[in-house]
């Protein structure tokens, strides 16, 4: 029985997984992050799925990671925190091998890691009011364990210019980019993956899957970056500026590099 998700699947094979922390804005913690993994290894391994919808509940899609996680890491030990730097890594490349077409249904913003989620999906459709952004470094973090699936899907030049800045982008950027197939209003989201949802079940699965399978091949990010990318997270997660950014936005106060106009 999942806590944090939500799992159905219709008679056609259409999977539903649900990202269901509204109250948290769908923040990714250690129980979200595992049954994520779960789910992910649950339908790979069901040979009735053929799509699968990623969606969430409440008015933000997933606001990346959660700071009270977060802060737990950054005062755990270095094995600790590695552990759960791998098990966030794992989860994002459980999504991404996933042998059925994953979808997003992107009903709010993204941000962090919720960008991550939405770089290993197939197609995203999101609502045209959605805003998204990669927001760790104004926090004195890294988009670390995302990196390789955000290059992937939206290349080096834009990487750069949105992580570094960790500046907002909206839903008609995002189509720009590619991290969003289409931009709908509100009132067309359900209908917009309906369409795409009918356009996969038209196609064999086999088919489907080895085509997806060789899609990855072709780009998957390879082990090591994985693991620089884990092996990064860990050492910013020890960082001072970690520790400031993070105690400066749960007290709600600027960090220190963050100066008052004169």
């Not at 960008?115 to 998204?132: E, K, N, P, R």
Request: net charge neutral; with cysteine.
């Amino acid at each position: 029985m999942f806590q944090t998700i939500a799992l159905s699947i219709d008679p056609r094979g259409v999977a539903r997984l649900t990202l269901d922390r509204p109250d948290r804005h769908n923040a990714l913690d250690a129980a979200m992050i595992a049954e994520l993994t779960e789910a992910a290894d649950r339908l790979a391994r069901d040979p009735a799925v053929r799509v699968v919808v990623l969606a969430a509940r409440g008015r933000t899609f997933c606001a990346g990671a959660d700071l009270g996680w977060m802060r737990e890491q950054i005062e755990a030990d270095r094995p600790a925190r590695a552990d759960q730097a791998r098990r966030l890594a794992m989860m994002l490349r459980a999504l991404d091998l996933l042998p059925k077409p994953l979808l997003a249904e992107v009903q709010g913003a993204a941000y962090g890691g919720g960008v991550g989620l939405l770089s290993v999906c197939d197609i995203a459709v999101a609502v045209d009011t959605a805003v998204f952004a990669m927001t760790e470094t104004r926090l004195g973090l890294i988009p670390a364990t995302i990196g390789p699936y955000v290059l992937a899907r939206i290349g080096e030049p834009a990487a750069r210019r949105l992580m570094l800045s960790a500046r907002r982008f909206d839903a008609a950027e995002a189509v720009a980019l590619g991290l969003l197939a289409r931009a709908v209003p509100a009132d067309r989201l359900g209908a917009s993956i309906d369409q795409e949802v009918a356009l996969l079940l038209d196609c064999a699965p086999g088919a489907v899957a080895e085509a997806k399978a060789l899609l990855r091949a072709l780009r998957s990010p390879a082990p090591e970056a994985i693991e620089l990318s884990i092996q990064a997270l860990v050492t910013r997660w020890d960082s001072d500026e970690a520790r400031a950014g993070v105690r400066a936005f749960l007290d709600r106060c600027d960090p220190p590099w963050r100066k008052a106009p004169d």
